[in-house]
């Protein structure tokens, strides 16, 4: 059996959003006026998690506000919604600490105060424990911080100022550990503490395994039961057109043949099982253990492990395809050709972008390929994101990792067609305004 990681990050970040159908959002937005929005930017410099505590907050800010908030807590669009993670490894005095005694802390307003977080242990094959629902075994110790273990928390939520003892109360227990994190060169703080009870009540995301409904501040969605991969009503809920449907679906294609060249046999999405095996609930993500089966022709071609993991602002989903009897299998599948990425709904207006562009224009969405997105072709591992805004208030971020040993040829492809070539079966709208992938070969 030959084990190939193939990692798909689909990072969606929003400027807004929450899911709450019964409210028509578009009547909350730009309800803050100029003096309430400055008294508001305050209360963000002492508290960061008022965002979490008042969710239709999101929903009444215009998209220049939240620009606004965030240049003004020094921040940038990207470390607004970059979740940090940090490795028990990189606090070697807290290796084989109890987890429940660890908390996060940041200066703000001159104040110690707590931010959420989370402590992620890992299984032996580097995915996230879940006790009685992972198929391997805990590495390290349960309950104990271990050096592949994951402390989790909002890069946004750390301070601009550092702790000083001599100046600022720490209520209970100790600081262990000072972590420096430098983005674009401007420094901000977070400090690991032990012995103390303060821990910040504030969520970011919530899953709800019953329903298989996500709601996280800035965006939201529901899975389909059949099949966890397909996302029903995605939405941003973010600028003037909140209640928009912005994903139509996720896309997975696999065509190949059998033996010979053709005649050529497609899989789709709908033919995939993506079986919800548990999940790991947390404030600042919820990671979904998922079991994916892949089946050609009647043959088993890929069993895909992957850990789910949902932000407040985005979505990453690294994959492990198993590929049983990987030798035996080249004999049989022929020119087998993957299609994988996201299908937008109804764009128009949007603009586009990608890590090679020798124009250094932005393309428009359209609904036809101009000059400059033909140039926009990107061989992976060469480059390897597209970037997607939206003028409705969010933007998309596409990023494919494939290891350079995978012996594959992959490259990202783009498709801005109200009549494309291909059409998927989990589309609820037809055409491609616009679609974003990589295709691998």
Not at 159 to 183: H, N, P, V, W
Not at 232 to 244: C, F, I, L, S
Not at 289 to 296: A, D, E, K, M
Request: some cysteine; charged content about 25%; proline content about 6%.
């Amino acid at each position: 059996m030959r084990y190939h990681p193939f990692q798909v990050l689909c990072g969606l970040l929003f400027a807004c959003a929450a899911f709450w159908p019964a409210v028509s959002l578009a009547s909350l937005y730009n309800t803050v006026d100029d003096a309430t929005f400055r008294q508001l930017i305050e209360e963000f410099k002492a508290d960061p998690t008022i965002i979490a505590r008042d969710r239709d907050l999101s929903k009444k800010l215009t998209t220049e506000q939240i620009d606004t908030l965030t240049r003004e807590l020094g921040l940038e669009p990207f470390t607004w919604v970059y979740a940090q993670t940090v490795k028990g490894r990189e606090a070697p005095d807290l290796l084989q600490h109890d987890t429940d005694d660890i908390s996060v802390m940041a200066v703000r307003a001159g104040k110690l105060v707590p931010i959420p977080f989370q402590i992620d242990e890992r299984d032996q094959a580097g995915w996230v424990y879940v006790e009685g629902i992972s198929e391997e075994e805990i590495e390290g110790t349960a309950g104990k911080l271990d050096e592949n273990d994951d402390i989790v928390f909002m890069y946004r939520d750390t301070g601009q100022e550092r702790y000083d003892a001599a100046t600022m109360k720490l209520a209970s227990g100790k600081i262990a550990k000072e972590l420096t994190l430098e983005f674009n060169g401007k420094k901000r703080y977070a400090y690991l503490v032990t012995g103390s009870d303060q821990r910040s009540n504030a969520v970011y995301t919530e899953f709800d395994e019953e329903t298989l409904t996500f709601v996280g501040n800035f965006h939201s969605f529901r899975s389909s039961p059949d099949n966890m991969l397909i996302f029903e009503n995605y939405q941003a809920n973010a600028g003037p057109t909140p209640e928009h449907r912005v994903l139509d679906t996720v896309f997975l294609d696999l065509s190949t043949g059998v033996i010979t060249r053709w005649p050529r046999v497609s899989v789709g999405l709908q033919n995939i099982e993506a079986r919800l095996m548990g999940v790991k609930h947390g404030p600042v993500r919820e990671v979904l253990l998922l079991s994916i089966r892949v089946v050609v022709a009647g043959i088993p071609v890929f069993f895909i492990r992957s850990d789910m993991t949902l932000y407040d602002e985005g979505i990453a989903l690294p994959v492990k395809l198993s590929i049983p009897g990987g030798e035996i299998l080249t004999r049989i599948l022929n020119r087998p050709i993957i299609d994988i990425g996201l299908d937008m709904n109804e764009l128009t207006g949007g603009r586009f972008s990608a890590a090679i562009n020798p124009t250094g224009q932005y393309s428009t969405i359209d609904g036809k390929i101009d000059a400059v997105e033909e140039q926009l072709a990107i061989n992976v591992p060469d480059e390897n994101w597209m970037w997607l805004e939206s003028g409705r208030g969010f933007d998309v971020m596409l990023k494919i990792l494939i290891p350079p040993d995978w012996p594959v040829e992959a490259e990202l492809y783009y498709e801005d067609d109200p009549e494309p070539e291909k059409s998927f079966e989990v589309e609820d709208f037809p055409g491609a305004y616009p679609r974003m992938g990589v295709r691998v070969t």
